[in-house]
């Protein structure tokens, strides 16, 4: 899929204001944009403008290629000690009879159920109580990797390390090495919502502050670790704080080199505390992911997470910096269904993934957690009836 408007007519584009026109130059240069610039985007930068920037990027890094993995999430548990306005997904301790509260046993038997399965990843996050703390992590990482060696385990985000580093009475740097010679191998880039303490501290008041999830990021990639990073958009912050999230991320990115993919999460606003605030549009959430791809020069990777926004608007964001639409998951992940997304049942095949990739005329590449291609579907042709389904059907069940 092309954008409509290639960089040169749009550095050529006399409707556009000097300062516009300044930003293209700088994009079609590889020069980095500043924060004034980046806050002038948000507010003046029109879709066809940010998308055909976006675009030129993202195909002069990664040409046509779409990367996917096959992946399953577990969530150990939605009862959770904080109460984030823009939740819907947890519960809190004194309605815990409406959660789930998983044992190692129950996290290990799901992993099981995939075994003989040509998954690479479990991705681990969910709410934050007492009992998951650092030796039940711990020895949960560790059995998973006695269990299945290979499987890439992508776990936890900076709110469930600072509350459960915090309760062992250890710092972030002893946390961490502890996860690590456990056999954490890479952190996914939840919690991170919004870093400006003025809307912060409005919708997860309470949780790590944004100096400590950038933090704890820091010491895993000193560690030698990867990491993904989010931002949770379209509620109530502004342009501006949109533009201190991705300032914070990117010179903590020179400095680290840590971070492989950004990841902007949509805010929904069903059976929340939020629920009066109205979600952004396709429009603006396609600008967001070009803004973010422009501004991000030092991310090697912006991704749509397809489950959030749909199928069809993750198919359109790949025309506007995205170069990544996550794995096949599996209808397990509730966190964002609970929440009002787009797909209720989250899960597609492997089929499914090249599919869509391949109907806007990108090229899908089957990756690993850390971008080591595992396959390159250009062409390829699956058996009828034969092809790995990417997923296992598990239900959701209360645990008292």
Known sequence: MQTTRPIEVILNDKKQDAQLRSIAEKVFQGTRITEEEGLH???????????????????????????????FHIEPTNVCLYTCSFCSYSRLIKKREEGWEYSMEEIMDIVRQYDGQPVTE??????????YDVEFYSELFRQIKAHRPELHVKALTPVEYHYIFKKAKVSYEEGMRLMKEAGLDSMPGGGAEI??????????????????WLRIHEIWHELGGRSNATMLYGHIEEFRHRVHHLEELRKLQ???????????????????QMSHVPESNVIEDLRNYAISRIYLDNFDHVKAYWPMIGRNVAQLSLAFGVDD????????????????SEEQNPAMSTRDLVNLIRQVGRKPIERDTLYNVIQDYSGHVFEEDTQFKGYVSLPVVNKN
């Open 41 to 71: 985007l948000f507010e003046q930068g029109d879709l066809a403008f940010v998308g055909a920037l976006a675009n030129h990027i993202r195909e002069k890094r990664h040409g046509n290629a779409t990367y996917f993995n096959r992946n």
């Open 122 to 131: 479990v991705h681990i996050v969910g709410g934050v109580l007492p009992q």
């Open 195 to 212: 870093f400006h303490p003025e809307i912060r501290d409005q919708i997860a008041g309470g949780k790590c502050t944004g100096e400590q």
């Open 254 to 272: 020179d400095k680290t080199g840590g971070f492989q993919t950004f990841i902007p999460l949509k805010f929904r606003n069903k059976d929340n």
């Open 325 to 340: 639409i996550d794995g096949t998951i599996d209808d397990t992940t509730k966190i964002y269904s609970m929440a009002g």
